[in-house]
């Protein structure tokens, strides 16, 4: 329902949406899981501030955690525009490997590859 918490994996980066792939839910103080769901995370609800390309700031794979904003028969849709919500864990897009948060710049330990995302004050890899 509207304001609950879940968590999902990016499965496409458009233009204007991502693509999540709901794994679990949070509501009333505990995780439940989902069978498979998406949601659409559209560029609006991203971020508070001006968002250009969306590729810059989410990659397939990543996880993240998002909070639902509007359910309808057609789908479910969901925001990230707080600071605890976005990618909770990121992995390169050359080899694979997670990234590893260095202030406010996510790099690759393996390859050495910077990549820029919209993550969460949670993210899980400092």
Wanted: aromatic letters at 8%; one cysteine or more.
């Amino acid at each position: 329902k509207k304001g609950d918490i879940v968590f999902g994996e990016v499965g496409l980066v458009r233009d204007s949406s991502v693509i999540l792939y709901l794994s679990t839910v949070e509501a009333d103080h505990t995780k439940k899981v989902l069978s498979v769901t998406r949601a659409s995370l559209p560029i609006r609800m991203v971020s508070r501030d001006y968002v250009k390309h969306l590729k810059e700031l989410f990659k397939i794979g990543d996880l993240v955690k998002a909070k639902i904003a509007f359910v309808a028969p057609y789908g479910i849709d969901v925001r990230t525009d707080e600071p605890e919500l976005g990618v909770i864990r990121a992995f390169c897009a050359k080899c694979r490997k997670p990234l590893q948060l260095f202030g406010s710049q996510l790099k690759c330990l393996g390859c050495g590859d910077t990549g820029g995302r919209k993550f969460s004050t949670e993210y899980s890899l400092k």
